[in-house]
C-alpha cells in the first residue's frame, strides 16, 4: 500500500502535468493566433480603367510671320517693342543709311573687280583652245611616222622569214642519198659471208700448208733416216755380218730400204707434192677470194653526210623560228607603237578639264548685282520696315546699332489665325492623350469648352516631354492666357482589375501580389499569404489592372495586413 | 577482508559511474534547454556548419534562461497538437490492449484447448516480427479499409498486438488453479471469475504491460512514418527531429518535454517495469 | 407455459459462460483482430511475391530472384546479420557480467533503476545526443583528442563511416542493458539461495559458486534475453534513421532500411518476396529456438 501512496503521489503529479500542458496549449494557440497577421480581402474585379489627364498651360499665337531684313545692315531704331499690336502701317524699325551707302559703294566696287576677273579668265580660255588644237596637230603627225615606221620593220621581218623558209625547203629537197637498210643488210651479209669464207679458205689455206709442211717434213725426215740407215748400215756392215741373217734385208734392205724407202719416200714426196700443190690450190683459191674481195660496207661517209644534212636542216629550222619570232616581234612593235601613237593623239584631243571659274564668276557677278539691287530698293524706301499684316510682335532679334542677323528681324503673332493652346505632358500623361481625343479646356477663368486635341508630339528639348496642341476657334482665348487642359480616358475593360494598395513592387522592380491560400500542416489547414508575381497592363491612382492567369476573379486578393507580410506567412482574416 | 571491502568498494564506485554515464544523456538535455541561444550557437556552431572545429558543452551554462521554454509552452501550438496526438495515440492503444490482450491472455493461460500451444507459438512469432517484416500487410489492410492517413492506422494493429498478450499471460499463469475450480463449483460464470478474480491478481502483469507499452509506444516510429502523410496527426516522436539544428535549444526543450511523461511512466510503474520484464523472461 | 424460443435461448447462455469453450470468447477479439491485421494480409503478402507491382501479372518466382540478386538487400542481409551476431554476443555477456557485479551490491535496486533509465528516453530525444556525440566535432572526438589517442585533423565523422555500425551497437547496448540486467539478476536470483549456501559451505569460492551452481539454471534466462535483445535489436532502426535517415552509410543500411525505401518507392513486389523470406526465416529461427529450449517450456 505504501507504493500505490506512492503510486498515487506520481500519479497526481502526472495528472498535474498534463493539466498544464493543458493550459498551456490554450495559451500558446491565443499567442500563435495573436500574433499573426490579420488581412482583408477582396476578389479582382471587372472594370474599365478611368485615366484622367489634367495639366496647364497657355494660349499661343496661331501662326507667326517673320520679318526681315538685309543681312548685315546696321539698324538705326528700333520702334515697335514685344507685344505690340501691330498694323502694316506701323513702322518696326529703320536702318542706317549712312552704312547702306557705305555697303552700296562696296558692292559696286565688287561688281567691278569681278567683271574684270571675267573678262580675263575669258581670255584665257581662247589662249587654252589655241594650243590644244596645236598639240592635236602634232600628235596626228608622230602616229603616222610611226605607223610607217613600223610597217617597214615589219616587211623586213616577214621577207627574212620567207629566206629562211625557203632554204629550208630547198635543204629538204636535196637529202643525202643513203643506202636502204635493206640493201645494207644484204652487203653485210655478202660482206659476212665473204669474211667466213676467207676465214674457211684460210683455215684451208692453213690446214693445206701444213699439211705441207708435214708432208715436207715427212720427206725431210725420210731422207735424214736415209741418212742415218746408210750410215748405219755402213756401221753395220762393218760391225758384223751375224746379224746380217738378221738384218738380211738390212743391206738390201738397206738398199732395200733405201728403195723400200722409196716408196715411202715417195709416197711421201708425193703427198708432199699433194700437198703442196693443195696448198698452192687453196692459195689460189685464197687469193681469188681476196681478189674478189668484198670491201667491208662501210657507210659511215654516208651517215656523216646524212648528220650533216641534218644537221643543217635543224639549224636552218631554228632559222626559220627566229625569223618567225622576229616577225612576231616587229608586229607586236608595231602595234605597240600604234597604240600609243592613237593614245597620245587621243590626250591630245581631250579637251582641258572642266574648269567651272569662268560661269561661277558670272553666277557670282549676277548674284551681286542682286544684292545691289536690293541694298538699292532699301535705300529708295529710306531703310524703313514694315510688317506685312496685323499682328502681336512677339520677338525682337534686332537692336540699334547692331547688324542684321540672319534670321528674321521681327517675330510676330498674326492675329488672324486662329490661337493654339499648347500643353506640356508627361510620357505617363501622353499615353491617354491621342489626337482626336476631346479634350475639356477651360481657359482663363471661363468656363471650359470641348474641344479636340489637334496635334501631339514630342518636345524636340526634352524627349521625355511631349506637346499637345488644341487649335482654339476663331476668337477664343488671348495669347498667354493659361487655361486648364483635361481629358478623360478610358481605358478597355479589363477582367482583373485590383486596387492599387493590394499592389507591391519588389528588389528587382517585378510587381505582386499577396493572395491567400492554404497550406497544411501539424496545426492542420493553415492559411497563407502567398506571394504571386503579377504583370500590369494598365494603372491609375486608384486601381491597377493585372493580367489574367496568375489571378482571377476567384483568388483572394490581400488588400490589407495589420503586419507586414512575407511570402508564406501564416494569415487568419480580419475579424 | 580490507581488500575485498575495497575490491568492493572499487565495484560499486565503477557501476555508480556507469549508471551515470548510462543517464548523462538526461543532463545533456536539461542542461541543453535552458541555455541561451547564443551559447548553444557558439557550443554547437561547428555542429551546424560542418566546421573543422569541436563543439563545446558547459554542464552549468553561463546565461541560463527558460526562454525556450516561454516559447515552446506558449508560442508554439504546433508542439501542444503533437504532444495531444502522442498521448491520444498511447493512451488509445493502451486501453485498446487492454480490451483485447487481457482476455486472450486469460484464454491462454486458464483454459487448455485443442490448438493452445500451436497457437501461442504463433503469437510469440509475431511478436517477433519485426514492423517491417509486416508493413506491408498491414498497409494493404489500412488501405482496403481506408483508414490510411488517420490515428486509426496506428492505432488499430498495435492494439492486436501479442506481446501483451503474452506478459499478461505471465501474470494470469500464477494463479492458483484450485481457486478458479472453487470458483466454478460455487456457480460462478467464467466472466464473473474472469473479473472479480483474475484482473485484481494479475493486476501487476497488466500494468507491467501498460508501462513498457507506453514507453515503447510514446517513441513510436516506424508507423506513424509509414502510414500517417498529414501533418496535422504526427505524434511528438515525428516532430522532434523535424526541428532543425539551427533551433537546437528549442529542440532540446521539446525533449525535456517528451521525456517527461515517459519518466513519470518509469517512476511510477518502475517495479511493474520490472515485474514485466522479469514476466516476459522467466519461464518457470 | 411455453418457453419462447428466445427465453430458451437466453437460458441456454450462462451455460456458454461455464462450457469450455468460454475461453473463444475471450480469445476471439485477438485472434480476430491478429487474423485481420497479421494474418489474412500476409497472405496477401505471399501472393504479391508472386506477381508485379503494378499490373499484378504472374511471375513465378521472378521477384525471389531479383530480390536475392539485389544489391542492397544482400548489403541489408548481411548488415542485420552482422549487427545480431555482434549486439546479442555483447548485450548478454555485458549483461551478465554487470549483473553478477550487482548481484553482489546492497544498491542494487538503485543502480538497475539507473541502467533502466534509457529505456525510458524516446529515440527522437537520444538521436540529438548522439549527434552531439559522435558526429566529427563531437565529444567523443573531443575526449579522443585530448587523450591523444587522435589526432587532429584525423577525426572521423563516425556516422559517415564504417565506425557508424559500432556507432548503433553502442546505442543498442546503451538502450537494453537496463532490460538485460534485469532479466540476469531474476534468472540469478531465482536460483534457490539454499543451493548456493549448500555449495559456499562446502568450500566453493564466489566464482565456483557462479560458474557451477548458478550458471547452469540460467539456461531459460538465456533463452528469454537472446529473444528478446533479438526482438529489439530490429527495433534500432529507430535511431538509425533518425540520425542518418533513409540511405545511411553503408554499414549501418540493415534490413528495416531496406523494406522502408521499397515502401516510399513502392516497390511492392520485391517488398513481399523479401517479406516472406524474412518472415520465414525468422519463423523457422524462433522454432528452432523453442526447440533448443524446449524442455523449459511451460505450456
Request: proline fraction near 3%; hydrophobic fraction near 45%.
Amino acid at each position: 500500500m505504501g507504493i500505490w501512496r506512492k503510486q498515487k503521489k506520481v500519479l497526481t503529479a502526472f495528472g498535474i502535468f498534463l493539466v498544464l500542458m493543458y493550459l498551456c496549449t490554450l495559451i500558446s494557440r491565443a499567442v500563435y493566433a495573436s500574433k499573426l497577421p490579420q488581412v482583408t480581402v477582396d476578389a479582382p474585379r471587372r472594370m474599365a480603367l478611368d485615366h484622367t489627364v489634367e495639366a496647364e498651360g497657355i494660349v499661343h499665337q496661331g501662326r507667326e510671320y517673320a520679318v526681315t531684313a538685309l543681312t548685315g545692315l546696321r539698324v538705326r531704331t528700333v520702334y515697335a517693342n514685344v507685344g505690340d499690336h501691330v498694323e502694316p502701317e506701323t513702322l518696326l524699325f529703320d536702318l542706317d543709311l549712312e552704312d547702306l551707302q557705305e555697303k552700296i559703294g562696296d558692292k559696286e566696287l565688287e561688281i567691278k573687280k569681278l567683271q574684270l576677273q571675267i573678262a580675263a579668265m575669258e581670255q584665257n580660255k581662247s589662249l587654252d583652245i589655241q594650243k590644244q588644237q596645236m598639240e592635236s596637230s602634232r600628235a596626228q603627225e608622230d602616229y603616222s611616222r610611226t605607223e610607217e615606221k613600223s610597217e617597214e620593220a615589219l616587211t623586213r621581218a616577214r621577207e627574212d622569214l620567207e629566206k629562211a623558209e625557203d632554204a629550208y625547203e630547198d635543204h629538204k629537197e636535196h637529202p643525202v642519198e643513203m643506202t636502204s637498210s635493206e640493201e645494207r643488210q644484204t652487203q653485210q651479209k655478202v660482206y659476212d659471208a665473204w669474211v667466213q669464207k676467207e676465214t674457211e679458205l684460210k683455215e684451208a689455206l692453213e690446214d693445206a700448208k701444213k699439211a705441207c709442211e708435214a708432208a715436207e717434213e715427212t720427206v725431210k725426215r725420210l731422207e735424214a733416216e736415209k741418212k742415218v740407215s746408210s750410215e748405219e748400215t755402213d756401221q753395220n756392215i762393218t760391225a758384223g755380218d751375224t746379224d746380217i741373217s738378221a738384218e738380211a734385208g738390212e743391206p738390201d734392205s738397206a738398199a732395200d730400204e733405201s728403195e723400200k724407202e722409196d716408196p715411202e719416200w715417195k709416197a711421201a714426196q708425193e703427198a708432199a707434192l699433194e700437198a703442196k700443190g693443195r696448198l698452192e690450190a687453196a692459195e689460189a683459191v685464197y687469193d681469188a677470194h681476196l681478189k674478189e674481195k668484198v670491201e667491208k660496207p662501210d657507210y659511215s661517209e654516208e651517215d656523216a653526210e646524212k648528220s650533216a644534212w641534218n644537221s643543217k636542216k635543224e639549224s636552218l629550222k631554228d632559222e626559220i623560228e627566229s625569223a618567225e619570232r622576229a616577225v612576231e616581234d616587229a608586229e607586236r612593235a608595231q602595234s605597240d607603237a600604234i597604240l600609243e601613237e592613237e593614245r597620245k593623239v587621243e590626250d591630245a584631243g581631250m579637251t582641258a578639264n572642266a574648269d567651272s571659274s569662268l560661269a561661277v564668276g558670272r553666277l557670282e557677278l549676277s548674284a551681286l548685282q542682286k544684292e545691289l539691287a536690293a541694298y538699292k530698293k532699301v535705300q529708295d524706301a529710306s531703310g524703313q520696315v514694315y510688317p506685312e499684316a496685323e499682328g502681336i510682335v512677339t520677338r525682337i532679334q534686332v537692336s540699334p546699332g547692331e547688324r542684321v542677323g540672319d534670321g528674321a528681324a521681327f517675330v510676330y503673332a498674326d492675329l488672324s489665325s486662329p490661337m493654339q493652346f499648347q500643353v506640356s505632358l508627361t510620357k505617363e500623361q501622353k499615353k491617354y492623350v491621342n489626337q482626336g481625343d476631346t479634350v475639356n479646356l477651360a481657359l482663363g477663368g471661363s468656363s471650359a469648352e470641348e474641344l479636340k486635341v489637334d496635334y501631339v508630339a514630342e518636345n524636340e528639348m526634352n524627349p521625355e516631354l511631349y506637346d499637345a496642341r488644341v487649335f482654339l476657334p476663331d476668337g477664343v482665348g488671348t495669347i498667354g492666357q493659361s487655361g486648364k487642359f483635361r481629358v478623360e480616358a478610358q481605358s478597355e475593360i479589363f477582367s482583373c482589375c485590383i486596387p492599387v494598395n493590394a499592389l507591391h513592387i519588389d528588389s528587382n522592380q517585378r510587381s505582386f501580389v499577396y493572395i491567400v491560400s492554404e497550406r497544411s500542416g501539424i496545426l492542420g489547414t493553415e492559411l497563407i499569404a502567398e506571394q504571386v508575381y503579377v504583370k500590369v497592363l494598365d494603372q491609375n491612382g486608384s486601381f491597377a489592372a493585372v493580367e489574367e492567369g496568375v489571378i482571377d476573379q476567384e483568388t483572394e486578393l490581400i488588400l490589407s495586413s495589420t503586419e507586414e507580410l512575407e511570402d508564406r506567412d501564416v494569415v487568419r482574416y480580419k475579424e | 577482508m580490507m581488500r575485498k571491502t575495497i575490491q568492493k568498494a572499487a565495484v560499486k564506485t565503477a557501476l555508480f559511474l556507469l549508471g551515470a554515464v548510462f543517464c548523462a544523456p538526461v543532463l545533456f538535455l536539461l542542461s541543453g534547454s535552458v541555455m541561451s541561444r547564443y551559447e548553444l550557437t557558439e557550443n554547437l556552431r561547428s555542429l551546424m556548419t560542418d566546421g573543422e572545429t569541436l563543439i563545446t558543452w558547459s554542464f552549468f551554462p553561463l546565461y541560463p534562461t527558460f526562454e525556450h521554454y516561454g516559447r515552446i509552452l506558449f508560442q508554439t501550438p504546433q508542439f501542444f497538437t503533437v504532444f495531444w496526438n502522442s498521448m491520444k495515440i498511447v493512451f488509445c492503444i493502451l486501453a485498446g490492449q487492454f480490451v483485447i490482450a487481457v482476455p486472450a491472455a486469460w484464454a491462454f493461460a486458464v483454459y487448455p484447448f485443442r490448438f493452445r500451444k500451436w497457437l501461442f507459438t504463433l503469437y510469440i512469432v509475431l511478436m517477433l516480427m519485426p514492423f517491417q517484416v509486416t508493413m506491408l500487410s498491414s498497409y494493404l489492410v489500412l488501405d482496403g479499409l481506408a483508414i490510411m492517413d488517420t490515428h486509426r492506422a496506428v492505432i488499430l494493429p498495435a492494439v492486436f498486438s501479442t506481446f501483451p498478450v503474452f506478459l499478461v499471460y505471465r501474470g494470469f499463469c500464477d494463479l492458483p488453479r484450485g481457486l478458479i475450480e472453487a470458483a466454478r463449483i460455487d456457480g460462478a460464470g467464467e466472466w464473473m471469475i474472469f473479473v472479480k478474480l483474475g484482473l485484481p491478481l494479475a493486476s501487476g502483469g497488466i500494468l507491467s504491460a501498460a508501462v513498457l507499452g507506453f514507453l515503447e509506444y510514446w517513441s513510436l516510429i516506424e508507423q506513424p512514418l509509414a502510414f500517417l502523410e498529414d501533418q496535422s496527426l504526427w505524434p511528438l516522436s515525428l516532430y522532434l527531429p523535424e526541428i532543425s539544428l539551427e533551433q537546437v535549444g528549442y529542440s532540446f526543450v521539446a525533449s525535456v518535454i517528451t521525456l517527461i511523461p515517459a519518466i513519470f511512466v518509469f517512476l511510477s510503474g518502475r517495479e511493474y517495469l520490472e515485474q514485466g520484464i522479469v514476466a516476459s523472461g522467466l519461464k518457470e | 407455459m411455453q418457453k419462447t424460443g428466445l427465453q430458451r435461448f437466453l437460458k441456454k447462455r450462462p451455460s456458454i459462460w461455464q462450457s469450455k469453450y468460454a475461453f473463444f470468447w475471450f480469445l476471439l477479439p485477438s485472434l480476430a483482430g491478429v487474423t485481420v491485421f497479421v494474418l489474412v494480409p500476409f497472405l496477401d503478402v505471399v501472393r504479391r511475391s508472386f506477381v508485379t507491382a503494378v499490373t499484378q501479372e504472374w511471375t513465378g518466382l521472378r521477384n525471389y530472384q531479383i530480390v536475392f540478386a539485389n544489391q542492397a538487400f544482400r548489403l541489408a542481409v548481411k548488415n542485420t546479420v552482422r549487427f545480431t551476431f555482434v549486439c546479442l554476443p555483447l548485450l548478454i555477456g555485458i549483461g551478465l557480467f554487470l549483473s553478477v557485479q550487482l548481484s553482489r551490491l546492497k544498491e542494487m535496486q538503485l543502480i538497475k533503476s539507473m541502467f533502466l533509465f534509457p529505456l525510458a528516453m524516446p529515440a527522437a530525444t537520444v538521436v540529438l545526443i548522439w549527434k552531439m556525440l559522435f558526429s566529427r566535432q563531437g565529444f567523443l572526438n573531443g575526449i579522443l583528442l585530448k587523450t591523444g589517442f587522435v589526432e587532429d585533423g584525423l577525426l572521423p565523422d563516425y556516422m559517415g563511416t564504417g565506425a557508424a555500425f559500432w556507432v548503433l551497437v553502442f546505442s543498442y547496448i546503451w538502450k537494453n542493458l537496463g532490460y538485460t540486467i534485469v532479466l540476469w539478476l531474476a534468472g540469478i536470483f531465482s536460483v534457490s539461495a539454499d543451493l548456493t549456501e549448500a555449495a559456499k559451505v562446502d568450500g566453493a569460492t564466489e566464482r565456483q559458486c557462479f560458474w557451477r551452481v548458478i550458471f547452469p539454471n540460467l539456461k531459460g534466462s538465456l533463452y528469454t534475453i537472446t529473444v528478446l535483445s533479438f526482438l529489439n535489436s530490429f527495433k534500432v532502426f529507430r535511431e538509425a534513421y533518425l540520425v542518418a535517415g533513409s540511405y545511411p552509410h553503408e554499414s549501418m543500411y540493415l534490413l528495416q532500411h531496406l523494406f522502408n525505401n521499397w515502401f516510399v518507392n513502392l516497390e511492392l513486389d520485391k517488398m513481399a518476396a523479401a517479406a516472406v523470406c524474412v518472415g520465414m526465416l525468422l519463423f523457422a529461427a524462433i522454432l528452432f529456438l523453442q526447440r533448443l529450449w524446449d524442455h523449459e517450456e511451460h505450456i
